[in-house]
């Protein structure tokens, strides 16, 4: 499995921010969004090391930490994504997220003993929304999460739309998130107010404010 990059740090976003995680980062996306802060993932030079399933699990047994996320570039298109996930659903303690960019089926991911997905709804200002597979939504569950990351006024019209279209708080979390430095949070909680979201977060991504938000490996 081609391996970007794999560390210790805290969840930035979704239902587990805040806590420890152990991250692992693949090479490669289907998608390239227009605001992608990990578009170097994607590039065909970008260097990896080549690791094994069981190999991955070793190193994130090894780190003590029992919360997993397995993000990209794409991961479920990793070769060996789902051998990967079995082995570590087969970890006791080990709590597995995966961060999926909404244009993968999720169906042969959903055994009955499966992973968290925290899934992007790709909004107009991404440029990718035709390769949302809205057919993912039928497959979530309460633990999981969908995150609209939103650059426009468009996009959070867009997100408002789409939530109630498919009563997405009725499934799973759901998250807005703006796009680092081109819609303003305020602008963001006065939508929300006027547009009576409830049970929808709106979610600064924590990691971008603690470190700086070109920096990897964080």
Not at 23 to 41: E, H, I, K, P
Not at 44 to 68: K, R
Not at 123 to 152: H, I, Y
Not at 174 to 185: K, T
Request: hydrophobic share 35%.
């Amino acid at each position: 499995m081609k391996v970007a990059e794999k560390f210790i740090s805290i969840n930035g976003e979704g239902n587990r921010a805040g806590e420890l995680s152990v991250f692992v980062r693949f090479q490669g996306c289907n998608l390239r969004c227009s605001y992608c802060d990990t578009s170097w993932a994607y590039e065909a030079d970008c260097p990896y090391e080549e690791l094994t399933p069981d190999e991955i699990v070793e190193y994130v047994l090894s780190t003590g930490v029992h919360n997993v996320t397995l993000t990209g570039g794409e991961p479920l298109l990793s070769q060996g994504i789902a051998e990967l996930i079995e082995k570590l659903l087969a970890q006791p303690k080990i709590r597995i997220e995966i961060e999926t960019n909404g244009a993968v089926d999720l169906r042969p991911f959903c055994t009955p003993a499966r992973p968290v997905f925290t899934v992007d709804y790709k909004l107009p200002s991404s440029g990718w929304e035709r390769a949302m597979k809205v057919e993912n939504f039928s497959v979530l569950e309460k633990q999981d999460t969908v995150k609209f990351v939103c650059g426009s006024q468009e996009d959070l019209q867009r997100a408002w739309e789409v939530i109630q279209e498919y009563r997405l708080t009725e499934r799973c979390h759901v998250y807005l998130s703006p796009v680092f430095g081109s819609i303003e949070p305020v602008d963001m909680v006065a939508f929300m107010e006027t547009h009576k979201m409830n049970d929808v977060r709106l979610q600064i991504q924590i990691h971008k404010v603690i470190w700086d938000p070109e920096k990897r490996g964080v």
